[in-house]
Protein backbone atom coordinates (compact mmCIF):
# COMPACT_ATOMS: atom_id res chain seq x y z
CA UNK A 1 0.00 0.00 0.00
CA UNK A 2 1.32 3.44 -0.75
CA UNK A 3 1.41 6.28 1.60
CA UNK A 4 2.65 9.47 1.27
CA UNK A 5 2.55 12.23 4.20
CA UNK A 6 3.36 16.10 4.05
CA UNK A 7 4.34 18.52 6.22
CA UNK A 8 6.14 21.53 6.56
CA UNK A 9 3.26 24.13 5.45
CA UNK A 10 2.45 27.45 7.81
CA UNK A 11 1.91 30.94 7.20
CA UNK A 12 4.86 33.16 5.96
CA UNK A 13 4.60 36.53 4.92
CA UNK A 14 5.22 37.47 1.32
CA UNK A 15 9.22 36.90 0.49
CA UNK A 16 9.86 34.38 2.94
CA UNK A 17 10.61 30.52 2.84
CA UNK A 18 8.86 27.49 3.53
CA UNK A 19 10.78 23.66 2.74
CA UNK A 20 7.41 20.86 2.23
CA UNK A 21 8.45 17.54 3.06
CA UNK A 22 6.74 14.17 1.72
CA UNK A 23 7.21 11.33 3.47
CA UNK A 24 6.64 8.24 0.90
CA UNK A 25 5.96 4.81 1.91
CA UNK A 26 5.76 2.99 -1.38
CA UNK A 27 5.71 -0.71 -0.14
CA UNK A 28 7.26 -3.41 -3.01
CA UNK A 29 6.43 -0.33 -5.89
CA UNK A 30 8.96 1.69 -7.27
CA UNK A 31 8.54 5.31 -8.26
CA UNK A 32 8.95 6.83 -12.07
CA UNK A 33 7.91 10.74 -10.92
CA UNK A 34 7.16 12.37 -7.70
CA UNK A 35 5.29 15.99 -8.43
CA UNK A 36 4.10 18.52 -5.87
CA UNK A 37 0.65 20.21 -7.02
CA UNK A 38 -1.32 22.93 -5.04
CA UNK A 39 -4.77 23.75 -5.48
CA UNK A 40 -5.73 27.35 -4.22
CA UNK A 41 -9.76 28.42 -3.02
CA UNK A 42 -12.01 27.96 -6.01
CA UNK A 43 -9.31 26.77 -8.71
CA UNK A 44 -8.56 24.01 -9.92
CA UNK A 45 -5.77 21.56 -8.47
CA UNK A 46 -2.06 22.36 -10.77
CA UNK A 47 1.09 21.11 -11.26
CA UNK A 48 3.75 22.76 -9.64
CA UNK A 49 7.04 20.36 -9.88
CA UNK A 50 8.13 17.35 -10.65
CA UNK A 51 11.30 14.98 -10.18
CA UNK A 52 12.25 11.77 -12.31
CA UNK A 53 13.73 8.97 -11.65
CA UNK A 54 17.42 9.91 -12.24
CA UNK A 55 16.18 13.39 -10.91
CA UNK A 56 15.43 15.43 -13.93
CA UNK A 57 12.94 18.20 -12.57
CA UNK A 58 9.82 20.10 -14.30
CA UNK A 59 8.57 23.49 -13.04
CA UNK A 60 5.52 25.45 -13.20
CA UNK A 61 6.82 29.02 -15.05
CA UNK A 62 5.60 30.60 -12.25
CA UNK A 63 7.91 28.99 -9.68
CA UNK A 64 10.56 28.56 -11.70
CA UNK A 65 13.81 30.24 -9.86
CA UNK A 66 12.07 30.21 -6.49
CA UNK A 67 11.25 26.61 -6.26
CA UNK A 68 13.31 23.70 -5.90
CA UNK A 69 12.14 20.06 -5.93
CA UNK A 70 14.51 17.38 -4.45
CA UNK A 71 14.07 13.83 -2.83
CA UNK A 72 16.41 11.27 -1.00
CA UNK A 73 18.10 8.44 -2.97
CA UNK A 74 15.57 5.92 -1.30
CA UNK A 75 12.82 8.08 -3.09
CA UNK A 76 11.57 7.69 1.11
CA UNK A 77 11.27 11.91 1.35
CA UNK A 78 10.38 14.65 -1.08
CA UNK A 79 10.64 18.06 -0.81
CA UNK A 80 9.83 21.38 -2.07
CA UNK A 81 11.86 24.50 -1.22
CA UNK A 82 9.69 27.23 -1.22
CA UNK A 83 11.76 30.96 -1.75
CA UNK A 84 10.48 34.38 -2.39
CA UNK A 85 6.75 33.07 -1.92
CA UNK A 86 4.15 35.21 -2.95
CA UNK A 87 0.57 35.90 -2.05
CA UNK A 88 -0.29 34.08 -5.08
CA UNK A 89 1.58 30.64 -4.00
CA UNK A 90 -1.13 30.49 -1.01
CA UNK A 91 -2.94 26.84 -1.56
CA UNK A 92 -2.90 23.31 -0.23
CA UNK A 93 0.17 21.69 -1.17
CA UNK A 94 -0.11 17.92 -2.30
CA UNK A 95 2.65 15.50 -3.16
CA UNK A 96 1.98 12.37 -5.72
CA UNK A 97 3.76 9.38 -7.31
CA UNK A 98 3.26 8.09 -10.96
CA UNK A 99 4.88 4.61 -10.81
CA UNK A 100 4.86 3.96 -14.59
CA UNK A 101 5.89 7.52 -16.74
CA UNK A 102 8.93 9.19 -16.89
CA UNK A 103 8.83 12.73 -16.25
CA UNK A 104 11.16 16.06 -15.55
CA UNK A 105 12.35 18.78 -18.08
CA UNK A 106 11.65 16.57 -21.58
CA UNK A 107 8.20 15.07 -20.22
CA UNK A 108 6.50 17.34 -18.04
CA UNK A 109 4.89 16.65 -14.88
CA UNK A 110 3.51 13.56 -13.63
CA UNK A 111 1.19 12.03 -16.05
CA UNK A 112 -0.44 9.72 -13.87
CA UNK A 113 -1.16 9.96 -9.58
CA UNK A 114 -1.24 6.70 -8.21
CA UNK A 115 -1.02 8.11 -4.97
CA UNK A 116 -1.87 11.27 -3.07
CA UNK A 117 -1.10 12.69 0.43
CA UNK A 118 -3.52 14.54 2.33
CA UNK A 119 -2.50 17.88 1.83
CA UNK A 120 -0.29 20.84 3.52
CA UNK A 121 -1.42 24.39 4.03
CA UNK A 122 0.53 27.43 2.51
CA UNK A 123 -0.64 30.65 3.42
CA UNK A 124 1.46 33.88 1.94
CA UNK A 125 0.63 37.03 3.68
CA UNK A 126 0.99 40.28 1.39
Known amino acids: QIQLVESGGGSVQAGGSLRLTCAAS????????FGWFRQAQGKEREAVAA???????WYLDSVKGRFTISKDNADKILYLQMTRLRPEDTAMYYC????????????????????WGQGTLVTVSS
Open 51 to 57: INSDNTT
Open 26 to 33: LGTHTAAC
Open 96 to 115: AVDLFFQCGRWNGPLRRKDA
